[in-house]
């Protein structure tokens, strides 16, 4: 079992090598995923709870008052 861990793993890292214009892709791929995950969250969704309240006890009460509310 491990000796097949192993022989995918080196497949796998024998390809990655052995690419030219895949580690160009590869990295554009990274890039988009760097500006998804970081700069779209940065400029769109601010803290609000860092914002509104002061404390953590503050943010845990509205958190669970808002879990844990009733729907009529």
């Known amino acids: 079992m491990i000796t097949l861990i192993k022989r995918i793993i080196g497949f796998y890292v024998e390809g990655f090598r052995s690419m030219r214009l895949g ?13 998804l995950f970081a700069v779209i969250k940065l400029l769109f969704f601010p803290n ?8 953590d006890e503050e943010r845990s009460s509205y958190i ?9």
């Open 23 to 35: 580690k160009k892709l590869w990295a554009i791929v990274f890039i988009k995923l760097f500006v």
């Open 64 to 72: 669970l008052d808002q879990l844990t509310q009733t729907k009529p």
């Open 48 to 55: 609000v709870l860092k914002e509104n309240f002061q404390s």
